[in-house]
C-alpha cells in the first residue's frame, strides 16, 4: 500500500481499499469515504470479489447513491434484511445511505461495476424545481431504496439498458463525455421514479437507525469481550428485539457480524504491521489465539501467517 494512504489509515483509523484507479476509505461506522472529484462527482469503479480478503465485499455505506452492473456472477447482495441474487446482465440501484454487502454464490466468482454519484449530482441547485418537484419526495421513499434489475423482466430493460449507455460512455471518455452522461443519468432517474411513489415510513427508519447504532457500537468495541444484554442496553431496547432489528437491518446475527469485521481487522494488522498471530488475536477481541486461527482458516482458506506470507510475496 503507498505510504500516503497508509499514514491516512493510521491517523483515522479507516481501512483502505484500491479499487481500479479509485481509493476509498471505510471508517469505524463502515462509512465508505470515496475520493470523488467536485466538478463531476461521479466515480466509476470495477470490481472482483476474488482480490477481497475474505472473498465478498463487507457491509458498508456511503453517501452516494450507486448503480452497479453484474458482469460475472451470479453474486448475492444483502440489503434492508433481504437478499437479491443477481446474475451477468442484472443490475441495481442503491440510494444514498443504506447498508450492503456483496458475496458470490461460487467462491471467487463475482465481477462488476458499480457508479457512485453524489445526489447533488440530480437536484441542480437547492430550492430548484427538479429538487422540489422530483428529487426530495421520492428520495426517502421505500420502494426507492433499493432498486433490483433483472434482464429477464421487461420492465427492467430499459433501466438495464441506460445503465449500460451511461458506463460505456463514462469508461470512452470522449469529447463532451460529461453532458453525455448526464443526460442518461438525469433519464435513469426519470425511468426509477416512474416506477415508485412518494411515502415516507417513519418505523422503518426509526429500525435502521437503532440498527445502526448497534453496528456503530460494535466498531468502537469490537476489541472487547462484548454481551447482547450490554448491546441491547446500550439502544435502550429487549435483547430480542436487538437481534431482530440486526438481523432484519443486515441480514446476519449480530455475532456473526462481529467475528468477520474482527476478521477484516485482523487481515489488515497482518498485511501492515509485524505484530504477532497472539497481538493481533487479542487486539481483534478474539478470545483465544487458537479460535482466531480457526476461524481465520474457515473464512480465508489459509492460516494468519499463511496469509501474511502469501501477501510478503506478492509484493
Known sequence: MHKFYQNFADKYNYLVYIGGNHVFYVDNNQKAIFETSFDFPLILNETYLKDKPLGFTNWHWHEEMQFELILEGPVVMTLLGKDHTLHPGDGIFINANVEHM??????????????????????????????????????????LQVVPMHRSVEDDQPLLKEIDELFHTLREAAFGYELDA???????????????????????????HEAREILSYLHAHYSERLTLDELASKVHISKSECCRMFRTAYGCSIFTYLSDYRLQKSIALLSDTQLSVLEISDLCGFNSTSYFIKTFREKVGQTPLQYRRSRQNAT
Open 182 to 208: 448526464y443526460e442518461h443519468l438525469l433519464h435513469l432517474w426519470k425511468l426509477l421514479i416512474l416506477r415508485t411513489k412518494p411515502a415516507f415510513d417513519p418505523a422503518e427508519q426509526s429500525g435502521r
Open 102 to 143: 456483496t458475496r458470490p454464490v461460487t467462491p471467487n466468482v463475482g465481477h462488476y461495476l458499480c457508479l457512485n454519484i453524489l445526489p447533488s449530482v440530480l437536484t441542480l441547485f437547492r430550492g430548484s424545481v427538479i429538487e422540489q418537484k422530483y428529487y426530495l419526495p421520492y428520495a426517502k421513499s421505500p420502494q
